[in-house]
């Protein structure tokens, strides 16, 4: 049974960097799209990013453009979340999720939770002002 554990969260002053790792086991990653997203409290999760399953298409939420970057690293089995210039607003539970579909990318639906079936439990990004 595959699992995607995110690790690399934590307590960052506003300004500050972190990376995000999503390592995924038991099972086929290479031939998946993968997406990170991300839920503060009290809101509905929402889009971050996501990467195809070879890496060559990328797609961002507006409000991380410039500042967040998915990368993916297939003889790894992990996809990362690099993040700079961390806002407050960034704080939220952030987890990462494979596409439900084998060699599919679609950057106008990869925002859409629902075309991912596969999710990890999350790891918790603060960022204090």
């Known amino acids: 049974q595959v699992q995607l554990v995110e690790s690399g969260g934590g307590l960052v002053q506003a300004g500050g960097s972190l990376r995000l790792s999503c390592a995924a086991s038991?099972?086929?990653?290479?031939?998946?799209?993968m997406g990170w997203f991300r839920q503060a409290p009290g809101k509905e999760r929402e889009f971050v990013a996501a990467?195809?399953?070879?890496?060559?298409?990328?797609s961002y939420a507006d409000s991380v453009k410039g500042r967040l970057t998915i990368s993916r690293d297939n003889a790894k089995n992990t996809v990362y979340l690099q993040m700079i210039s961390l806002k407050p607003e960034d704080t939220a539970l952030y987890y990462c999720a494979r596409h439900s579909r084998r060699g599919y990318y679609d950057s106008s639906a990869c925002w859409d939770p629902m075309e991912y079936d596969l999710w990890g439990q999350g790891t918790q990004v603060t960022v204090s002002s």
């Open positions: 990467i195809s399953w070879s890496g060559s298409s990328t």
């Open positions: 038991g099972g086929t990653f290479s031939t998946y799209a």
